[in-house]
Nanobody, 118 residues
Framework: QVYLVQSGGGLVQAGGSLRLSCAAS????????MGWFRQAPGKERGFVAS????????AYADSVKGRFTISRDGAKNTVYLQMNNVKPEDTAVYYC???????????WGQGTQVTVSS
């Protein structure tokens, strides 16, 4: 069983920064992809960023490119989402997720609220 426990989040002013963390346990994640998703009120959950654990290869949604950075710390089995220059439209519940490489995301964190005030 894979466990993903999120921390971070909260209220931040537009233009500010925030870091989300996702501590993973239960597996060896070298063959996993890790991702961050978000869901704003009244909208479907959408992709934010991903990282391949083994290679560190990353991908980003266009809306966050240049502002958000996904990274992982193998020693801590933790994935991070550094959010810089945040905007009110980044307000959402953020979820981390894990997927066996090449397959669908099947493990999810509990979600954490990020609210950006203008």
């Amino acid at each position: 069983q894979v466990y993903l426990v999120q921390s971070g989040g909260g209220l931040v002013q537009a233009g500010g920064s925030l870091r989300l963390s996702c501590a993973a346990s239960g597996r060896t994640f070298s063959s996993y992809d890790m991702g961050w998703f978000r869901q704003a009120p009244g909208k479907e959950r959408g992709f934010v960023a991903s990282i391949r654990w083994s290679s560190g290869t990353t991908a980003y949604a266009d809306s966050v490119k240049g502002r958000f950075t996904i990274s992982r710390d193998g020693a801590k089995n933790t994935v991070y989402l550094q959010m810089n220059n945040v905007k009110p439209e980044d307000t959402a519940v953020y979820y981390c997720a894990a997927a066996p490489r090449g397959l669908a995301y099947e493990y999810w964190g509990q979600g954490t609220q990020v609210t950006v005030s203008s």
